[in-house]
């Protein structure tokens, strides 16, 4: 299987979200899956949110990967966002990083099996972070509990082990109309308090949350990882405090209007010894005391680098880049969280080139994806016993 091309084809399958649809994309996966011997179980949700899994639901591995991405826009791309070209030793377009590059790695690594050895399964809304994609399939139980690699781009020498964890949330405010002319003398605005809000908000990311021990050495280890993705960052501040994004802000009638209503939408990521409902509690006490409507919340989230997936991921990594893999810490959130609320043992890696996530000429290396399935093939074979090619079920 040329997983360059297999990529290039996920590419060209247009899945922006919104609107979210995967069907075609997920029809092209079950045929390659059918292919292999596997008979994929299609979970058809409303709007063409689709989900396939495959493989035992009792197996010791699971491989996730979303197919959805994020919108790609108009400007600025060299070759058009769904081309897909293989050019210049990369696959451009939109997906082909964050991850159609780790979801065709997966599939190009399975062929390398005579019998079905894990279990797959790809989702529809990643990125979006709706109830249709892995939170289905927890709901539904198509998975259960077992050790499970996301395909998420990575360093190639750092899987990911934790996330930090993220309060979504929007707060409205209301003030009270008036002519723009009488401002501020007259009426209330409610554009100047949500402006006020945030910036109070913004004053929390000044905390600095020392890790615990165990903590404390991924963190060091992530550090220089991200120092060397983006040298600009303030690293020192990224996994230790809390960030916060003012996303999105919509208010106002007219510009001679005093504003009655404003919503401001923040996306907040917190460190390791933060919790969601600090930070909403803190929200909640706020002088203003706006409206909150909760988008998404969920804790900083950690697999133990020492249990047997982690082991076995680098050691694969080991095995195929020749020099020691060292887990880390990401500053993102995925689907991870997810399974790892529902008592997974998670970890990320997959291709990808990690300054380009969500960006114009967003690519992946063809060599990336040509080890990454080297290192899936090495970790799915360190399930397998090696006699019979059976797979080794969770006792």
Not at 111 to 130: K, M, T
Not at 338 to 357: S, T
Request: glycine letters at 10%; proline letters at 6%.
């Amino acid at each position: 299987m040329d997983v360059a091309r297999v990529c290039s084809d996920l590419v060209q399958i247009n899945t922006e979200n919104p609107p979210g649809r995967t069907d075609e994309a997920v029809e092209y996966i079950a045929g390659i899956l059918e292919n292999l011997g596997y008979r994929p179980r299609l979970i058809k949700n409303s709007g063409g949110h689709w989900n396939v899994c495959a493989g035992p639901r009792d197996c010791s591995l699971l491989f996730c990967g979303h197919l959805d991405v994020v919108p790609a826009g108009e400007e600025g791309w060299t070759h058009d966002p769904f081309s897909g070209v293989i050019e210049n030793g990369y696959v451009w377009g939109r997906g082909s990083t964050d991850m159609k590059g780790g979801c065709a790695a997966i599939l190009a690594a399975l062929e390398r099996f005579d019998e079905i050895p894990v279990s797959v399964a790809f989702v529809c809304d990643e990125e979006d972070g709706r109830r249709d994609g892995v939170q289905h399939l927890l709901r539904e139980e198509e998975i259960v509990p077992c050790d499970c690699l996301v395909a998420e781009p990575t360093p190639c020498l750092h899987p990911s082990v934790g996330q930090k964890g993220l309060c979504r949330f929007r707060a409205t405010f209301r003030g009270t109309p008036g002519h723009g002319s009488l401002y501020p003398f007259a009426g209330e605005n409610a554009i100047v308090q949500a402006a006020g809000f945030v910036q109070r908000m913004m004053a929390v990311t000044e905390r600095e949350y020392a890790p615990e021990a165990m903590m404390k050495a991924l963190v060091g280890n992530s550090e220089e990882a991200i120092a060397a993705i983006f040298p600009n960052a303030d690293v020192a501040r990224l996994l230790t405090r809390i960030t916060c994004n003012p996303g999105l802000i919509t208010g106002g009638e007219g510009t001679n209007i005093v504003a009655e209503e404003c919503t401001v939408a923040l996306d907040m990521r917190l460190p390791w010894g933060c919790t969601p409902e600090a930070v909403l509690a803190k929200v909640e006490q706020d002088i203003c005391a706006p409206g909150v409507c909760i988008e998404s919340c969920a804790a900083p989230t950690c697999t133990s680098p020492e249990c047997d997936l982690v082991c076995r991921l680098s050691a694969a990594i080991e095995g195929v880049y020749g020099m020691p893999a060292h887990p880390i810490l990401q500053w993102a959130a995925s689907d991870a969280r997810f399974l790892r609320a529902a008592g997974f043992r998670a970890a990320e890696y997959g291709p990808g080139e990690i300054h380009l996530l969500h960006a114009q000429d967003e690519r992946v290396a063809v060599d990336q994806l040509e080890r990454a399935v080297e290192v899936y093939a090495a970790l799915i074979a360190a399930y397998v016993d090696e006699t019979d090619c059976r797979i080794m079920c969770r006792p």
